[in-house]
């Protein structure tokens, strides 16, 4: 039996055709396809008939498999001689823990391909109409974990670094641990008043966003109700939300339509 295939594939950021070409070609020919959490309901419709799909998601509080168990799931099913697609929401690179199933099949000795996505923040920015370069407002952007290891026994991120940065900051993952990122940022001497959007569900119909100050944008948050998962994005730029909006100001945004198709008919309808 010959050896099968790994693709380490990112989803993009949540909407179907912000997946790239490549990614959907190897969703329709797997053999078996690994999924995450956030990984899109319509892009497990594209698979060939036959293909186990996996599900593997992990969430705040609750991981369906631990990460050693998702690699030796991948390295078993390619040693069967499977060509296998491990789909991960935004980029597999990203904190999507893909360098660490990279590691792992490169270990086992299996071959495979990394097949890049839309990150998480890029997504959220640009439904947002935020852009995260700006001539006068940012000339960098920093991509933040807000959910570290939990095994590492102190924090990595050092919060007061970046305060002073002048740049745009992208925070995963951290819509619980907010309060304390404000307050460390503030601390640090970040200006009170710079703007913060929170996204969730970003580029899907079932977005949901708000704008604040960095000093007040905690209550915001509790206000407005959103949950987890959420991008946080911090900076100058956030300003150019309200005027360059667009994607929640389309006229059937956060409206529900009854398409009467099967799943399968219904995906150009949807578009």
Not at 194 to 215: F, H, N
């Amino acid at each position: 039996m010959s050896a099968g295939m790994v693709y380490l594939v990112g989803a993009g950021p949540g909407a179907s055709d912000l997946v790239t070409v490549r990614g959907k070609e190897l969703i329709e020919r797997c053999d078996v396809l690994v999924y995450d959490y956030l990984v899109y309901d319509e892009l497990l419709t594209w698979t060939k008939r036959g293909c186990v799909k996996t599900y593997v998601g992990k969430r705040s509080g609750y991981h369906c498999k631990p990460q050693e168990d998702i690699e030796k799931l991948l390295i078993q099913h390619a040693q069967d001689g499977h060509m296998v697609v491990r789909l991960k929401g935004g980029d597999p690179f990203i904190f999507g823990r893909g360098g660490e199933e990279a590691d792992a099949l490169l270990e086992a000795g299996i071959s495979f391909e990394i097949v890049p996505g839309v990150t998480a923040s890029m997504g959220t920015a640009a439904s947002m109409g935020i852009p995260l370069t700006h001539r006068k407002d940012s000339s960098a952007v920093v991509l933040i974990t807000g959910h570290e290891d939990p095994e590492k026994h102190e924090t990595l991120i050092e919060w007061e670094k970046y305060a002073h940065l002048g740049a745009t900051l992208c925070i995963y993952m951290g819509l619980t641990k907010l309060d304390p990122i404000t307050k460390a940022l503030l601390k640090a001497g970040m200006d009170p008043n710079t703007p913060v959007a929170i996204v969730r569900w970003a580029t899907l119909p079932s977005q949901e966003s708000c704008l604040g100050k960095l000093s007040t944008i905690s209550d915001v948050v509790e206000k407005s109700g959103i949950k987890p998962p959420a991008m946080i994005i911090v900076g100058e730029v956030v300003k150019d939300a309200p005027k360059h909006s667009w994607f929640e100001q389309k006229p059937l945004f956060g409206k529900r339509i009854a398409i009467t198709r099967t799943r399968e008919q219904s995906s150009e309808l949807m578009h």
